[in-house]
Nanobody, 126 residues
Framework: QVQLVESGGGLVQAGGSLRLSCAAS????????MGWFRQAPGKERELVAAISSSGGITYYADSVKGRFTISRDNAKNTVYLQMNSLKPEDTAVYYC???????????????????WGQGTQVTVSS
């Protein structure tokens, strides 16, 4: 029901920063909870950060807490992931995800996201 397109990935040195953007096409973007996932080669997909439809509630994986910030601009139909102090272990394909959620019935790390972007590669060199 919503189409997601990620951008902003690339190659960066350890300690550097990147900002990922996810542009959503849809009439009710403000009613979608949004999340950022990542998947490293040979590893399982993991939730990195998530944000409620209003932006009032956020979730961060322990591995990125204090370094990454998720935000959204509902007027621009866009969600962002600001990544600072990047480490080589952050290297992965990063995916934007969405789920229609007028109300949060589950914690952000437990909801099932239903719509996915194509992914953008983030590579952090040592």
């Amino acid at each position: 029901q919503v189409q997601l397109v990620e951008s902003g990935g690339g190659l960066v040195q350890a300690g550097g920063s990147l900002r990922l953007s996810c542009a959503a096409s849809g009439r009710t973007f403000s009613n979608y909870a949004m999340g950022w996932f990542r998947q490293a080669p040979g590893k399982e997909r993991e939730l990195v950060a998530a944000i409620s439809s209003s932006g009032g509630i956020t979730y961060y994986a322990d591995s990125v807490k204090g370094r990454f910030t998720i935000s959204r601009d509902n007027a621009k139909n866009t969600v962002y992931l600001q990544m600072n102090s990047l480490k080589p272990e952050d290297t992965a394909v990063y995916y934007c995800a969405a789920r229609f959620a007028e109300r949060l019935l589950y914690p952000l790390d437990r909801i099932a996201f239903t719509d996915w972007g194509q992914g953008t590669q983030v590579t952090v060199s040592s």
